[in-house]
Structures are given as structure tokens and as C-alpha cells.
């Protein structure tokens, strides 16, 4: 038996609902497939609408025991969840890397930053103090009390598959919500761990559940029912607009993450670019350019465009691709010949549309969804390489010749969700990272990402935030209790 298989079989590996872990309510499966090798991996149970209905009705139940904890109790399974994390985060890595491709390095770094944010979470719960307010008559009393939701569901994509859940689940939790998570149907199994450390850290039967199966009739399941009071969505910008819709006829709240396509500004004083450049290339290429926040649109002044193009290419040439378990690697495969396909088809377009690939532009020839680091210039607006989510390991070039046209450009788009911005001044930065229309705005800096601190965009890239104390305030409503009649007895 092979050290991966050792450690898939110790773990249930299946739904959670209501504190036992269970096949599909149908008996159907899905083919696992590692995206590095293209081998099935293993079966995982696979339902429908009928799995969704019994992990709501789970954490309905479960909920106003969890609701009635304190933020103490609630918390100390937070923190068990991270240190049990901690314990088998080796195991859980390599399973991460099977199904996702990422190197296991990044697995491990999920993973261990999952335990960061259930943390921050434990601890942050205790902080929802509420307030009073000074009434306007005598004798009466105002006081705001915060209180959990009740159900919240999620619904999460493959890129991330425990940072993109982990966040959602530490908040709500935290405030005293239940939760029913379905992943997506590529990457389910680190939800499964996930939802086993909490579950194995003291969370009472149905406070946390994991579904797996088909997206439309589980997503209508969480529309349909009232109990579900917010769903909570990682992935597309059509599917996004269709849960709005559907949330309409149960006025059901929600909080959208739909993606990004980040400019990054680069200004003649943006200081050494042979280091500019190898960072570029690492952090365009993390998880193989399949992050929302990938520094994506690369606006380089004229001045200084020709030496960072140099060393960016350079720099990618540099990097080893391969499978995740490798020893060594730092780029991984796309998650399915679907998504290598649609960044072909992207820079056959560029192509098309007059730009010039110096670098990768091909897949590779070896089993795996693999396409090469690649890095493209005189990539103009209006093109699908400008305009549109790339979601794979290409850098697109594109000279600027003043702050206000770097501006324009970076802010004609739809996307709001991250910018970059590099510069050595204080004025550049601040007037810039004011302008620019972008939920997060990182100067100098390549991972506008934190517990601490809100994460979430504008504009087409979603609504809501997650993490910080923001994250947890959206788990929670906001009861003003008035207390009248206020006076010594006689």
C-alpha cells in the first residue's frame, strides 16, 4: 500500500451530516482525478438536492444549542480544530496535493494557515461586545445585542479548497452559526478534513456539515429553504448572478467572491527589478496562476519596461514545474484539461491580436493538465488577454507612460478585487491606492491577504466581506432591545 493511500485511510473521506460520516443519499460517486498525473485517484460519495435537505435539517437542529454557548465555549473548538490540524498536517497536505496539484509546500501552507484564521476567529468571537446607546427619554434603557444568523451554507471552488472554506467556517462558527459546506466536486476531500477537525475537536452533531455533489440542485436546495439565512459563495461571476436571483424569493443573504483581474503598477522607482521580477514570477505562477487575487494585468513604465520584461522572462525560465509531490517543484497542473484549454485558447487570441509570447505559450508534453510559465507583451486593451480572468501561469506586459494612464487603465474594468502597486513614493502610493477602485490595494507588497484583516472587492468581483472583524460582523445580526419605564421603586 503507498504512503498516500496509508494516509487517505485514515480518515472517513466521506459527508458529514449531522455528526456521521455517510455515502451519498442516492449512492452516487465521483472519479477523483489528480490533475498531475490525470490517474483516478478514488471514489467520493456524490448526491443531489436529498444530501443538501439532511445536512440543513441537521444544523437546524443543531443550532440553537450552538447558538447558546459562549463565545468561550465556541472558541475552544476553534482552537482544538487548529491544533488538530497542526498534528496531521502532513497527511492532510499530501491529500491536498492529490486532488488540487498544487505543490505540497503550498498544501502544507494552507493548511497550516487555516489554523491562523480558526485562531484569530476563537478569539475574535469573544470581541462581539455589542454596545448601548443613550436613550433620548428618561427612564429608558437602549442596548444592541449581537446574535448569530442561524444556518449558514457555503459554496466553495477548488483553487483554495481550505483557505476558501476555513475563512467562511471560522467566522460563522465564531458567532454562533451552524454550517453546511458543499466544495467544489475536484477538491473535496480538504473540506472532509476540515470539517473532521472540528468535528473531532468537540463541535456537537449537524454544527458542522460537508456535502458533495451536483452544484445546481444542492445550490437550489440552499435557495429553496428558508432556514438557510446566508449562503456564502466562492467562484464565477455567472453563477454569482444566479444565486442573487434565487436569493430574491427568500430574501436570503449572501456574500459573493467572483474573482479578479488585478493590475499590478509598476513605476520607474519601484527599486531593484531584477528582485521585482522574480517575485512577479512567483507569485503570478502561485498555484499555477488559479488564484482570484493573482497579480494578473502588469502595467510596467516605459522607462524601465524593457529591463523588467528581461528579467521576468528570465525569471519564469527559472522556475520548476511539475507534479505536486515532487521534491522541489513550485509550479503545479491546472485543474482539468477544461481550464488548460481556455488559457490556450487566451493566448492564441493575444496571438491573434498582435501580441508577442517571449516566453512558455504551450503545454507540456507529459501526463497532467501542465501549460509552460509564460510571459506575453504588447498585450493591448480590449483583447480577452487583457480584459478577462486569466486563471493560469501567464504574465501579460503591458507600457504605461504616466500615473494617470496606468490609473485609467487599471480601473477599466469590471473586477474590483485586488491591486498592486509598486513604488519608492510616499505621495505615488497614497494617491494611487486612494484612486484605485479595488477592495484591497497591496503597495510594495504581494499577499493582501490576513486573518486580521477584510478581505472582498467591488464592483463585479462580489459583495461582503470575510476576515477581520468585518468577516464576523456579516455572520451576525445586530437586536436592539429597548427597556422602558426605568426608576427606583418605591
Aim: proline content about 6%; aromatic content about 8%; charged content about 20%.
Amino acid at each position: 500500500m503507498s504512503e498516500a493511500n496509508r494516509s487517505a485511510n485514515a480518515f472517513p473521506l466521506k459527508q458529514l451530516i449531522g455528526g456521521e460520516w455517510v455515502d451519498a443519499v442516492g449512492g452516487g460517486t465521483w472519479d477523483l482525478i489528480d490533475p498531475g498525473s490525470e490517474d483516478l485517484i478514488t471514489q467520493v460519495p456524490y448526491g443531489d438536492a436529498a444530501d443538501a435537505r439532511a445536512a440543513i435539517d441537521a444544523a437546524a437542529a443543531a443550532f440553537p444549542e450552538w447558538a447558546a454557548k459562549t463565545a468561550y465555549e465556541r472558541g475552544k473548538v476553534l482552537e482544538r480544530a487548529a491544533g488538530w490540524i497542526k498534528k496531521h498536517v502532513d497527511e492532510l497536505a499530501r491529500l491536498t496535493t492529490e486532488e488540487s496539484g498544487k505543490p505540497l509546500a503550498d498544501s502544507k501552507g494552507e493548511w497550516l494557515s487555516a489554523t491562523a484564521y480558526l485562531s484569530w476567529f476563537a478569539a475574535e468571537g469573544v470581541r462581539a461586545y455589542g454596545r448601548t446607546v443613550p436613550a433620548s427619554a428618561p427612564g429608558r434603557r437602549i442596548m444592541v445585542l449581537p446574535q448569530p444568523l442561524g444556518v449558514v451554507a457555503t459554496i466553495t471552488a477548488w483553487n483554495f479548497p481550505v483557505y476558501n472554506l476555513v475563512r467562511t467556517f471560522g467566522a460563522a462558527l465564531a458567532a454562533g452559526n451552524t454550517v453546511v459546506g458543499r466544495p467544489s466536486e475536484y477538491t473535496p476531500r480538504s473540506a472532509m478534513l476540515l470539517g473532521q477537525a472540528l468535528h473531532e475537536s468537540g463541535a456537537p452533531a449537524g454544527v458542522i456539515n460537508v456535502i458533495n455533489g451536483d452544484p445546481e440542485a444542492m445550490g437550489q436546495a440552499f435557495l429553496d429553504d428558508r432556514r438557510v439565512r446566508k449562503i456564502a459563495f466562492t467562484g464565477s461571476p455567472r453563477v454569482g448572478k444566479l444565486l442573487m436571483d434565487g436569493a430574491s424569493r427568500t430574501l436570503t443573504r449572501l456574500a459573493l467572491e467572483l474573482g479578479g483581474n488585478a493590475p499590478v503598477i509598476v513605476f520607474p522607482d519601484a527599486g531593484d527589478l531584477g528582485r521585482l521580477a522574480k517575485l512577479a514570477a512567483r507569485f503570478k505562477t502561485r498555484n499555477v496562476g488559479q488564484v482570484c487575487i493573482a497579480p494578473q494585468r502588469f502595467y510596467v513604465h516605459e522607462s524601465v519596461v524593457d529591463g523588467f520584461t528581461e528579467a521576468v522572462v528570465a525569471a519564469m525560465a527559472e522556475l520548476r514545474v511539475g507534479h505536486g509531490l515532487e521534491e522541489g517543484v513550485q509550479v503545479g497542473p491546472l485543474i482539468n484539461e477544461k481550464q488548460r484549454q481556455r488559457v490556450e485558447e487566451l493566448v492564441a487570441a493575444g496571438r491573434e491580436a498582435g501580441a508577442r509570447v517571449l516566453a512558455g505559450g504551450e503545454r507540456l508534453e507529459r501526463k497532467g493538465y501542465f501549460y509552460a510559465p509564460t510571459v506575453v507583451t504588447d498585450v493591448r486593451p480590449g483583447t480577452p488577454l487583457h480584459d478577462e480572468e486569466i486563471f493560469g501561469p501567464v504574465l501579460p506586459i503591458t507600457p504605461f507612460g504616466s500615473a494617470a494612464e496606468a490609473l485609467e487603465l487599471a480601473n477599466a474594468t469590471e473586477y474590483g478585487l485586488a491591486a498592486y502597486l509598486f513604488t519608492s513614493d510616499l505621495n505615488t502610493a497614497l494617491a494611487m491606492s486612494e484612486r484605485l477602485e479595488y477592495g484591497m490595494v497591496a503597495v510594495n507588497d504581494w499577499m493582501p491577504v490576513t486573518p486580521e484583516a477584510p478581505f472582498g472587492g467591488v464592483k463585479g468581483s462580489g459583495m461582503g466581506r470575510e476576515t477581520g472583524s468585518e468577516g464576523l460582523a456579516e455572520y451576525m445580526e445586530s437586536k436592539a432591545v429597548y427597556i422602558g419605564g426605568v426608576a427606583l421603586p418605591e
